[in-house]
T-cell receptor
Framework: DSGVTQTPKHLITATGQRVTLRCSPR?????VYWYQQSLDQGLQFLIQ???????AKGNILERFSAQQFPDLHSELNLSSLELGDSALYFC?????????????FGNGTRLTVT | GENVEQHPSTLSVQEGDSAVIKCTYS??????FPWYKQELGKRPQLIID?????GEKKDQRIAVTLNKTAKHFSLHITETQPEDSAVYFC?????????????FGTGTRLTIIP
């Protein structure tokens, strides 16, 4: 168990809908990261928050947004969903900013858009 | 651009033989290089990492070597076992100071043949 909690584990929704994925980092970790992994693909970095502030941004679509709350948990909002958004979404956390500390991944949320 | 290249994309080795996976990176300022193992349908898990102040690190059957001058690093697995079958990702911290992000390679699917 990595200590990173993601909910829900599975999510099935229709095109055009909006969903929220939730992540609680390991105790003491200040950074939260979101990654998208499509079937048999690599890990695509979406966004990072550090202590409540956005720190780094990847190729995150405008339809997607995220935030980190004062208690350090994070939510990833996906709107106007398309079939191509179906993927495994991982949250990870790290102690510092991630420059030289490992990321610990949650078990992921599997999103299926029908 | 900033990226991490990983080779090979697939690798099959006989049980008991060694496996080597290689990665190159673009940012000479990178100083942290972790390796992750992802079993089917599961989260990526850190298996070993190396920082730029050392050239090699070993943990039982797993070792990582780093050549900062050539900007490449490698994962070596000796005496491979069936449970080593998984997808392996290398990663490096890339980007300008204050906007660094852990960038993953495209992954290597390792299959151990019994």
């Amino acid at each position: 168990d990595s200590g990173v909690t993601q909910t829900p584990k599975h999510l099935i929704t229709a095109t055009g809908q909006r969903v929220t994925l939730r992540c609680s980092p390991r105790s003491g970790d200040l950074s939260v990261y979101w990654y998208q992994q499509s079937l048999d693909q690599g890990l695509q970095f979406l966004i990072q928050y550090y202590n409540g502030e956005e720190r780094a941004k990847g190729n995150i679509l405008e339809r997607f947004s995220a935030q980190q709350f004062p208690d350090l948990h994070s939510e990833l909002n996906l709107s106007s969903l398309e079939l191509g958004d179906s993927a495994l979404y991982f949250c990870a956390s790290s102690e510092g900013t991630g420059r030289n500390s490992p990321l610990h991944f949650g078990n992921g949320t599997r999103l299926t858009v029908t | 651009g900033e990226n991490v290249e990983q080779h090979p994309s697939t690798l099959s080795v006989q049980e008991g033989d060694s496996a080597v996976i290689k990665c190159t990176y673009s940012d000479s300022a990178s100083n942290y290089f972790p390796w992750y193992k992802q079993e089917l349908g599961k989260r990526p898990q850190l298996i070993i990492d190396i920082r730029s102040n050392v050239g090699e690190k070993k943990d039982q059957r797993i070792a990582v070597t780093l050549n900062k001058t050539a900007k490449h690093f490698s994962l070596h697995i000796t005496e491979t076992q069936p449970e080593d079958s998984a997808v392996y990702f290398c990663a490096a911290v890339l980007g300008d100071f204050g906007n660094e992000k852990l960038t993953f390679g495209t992954g290597t699917r390792l299959t151990i043949i019994p």
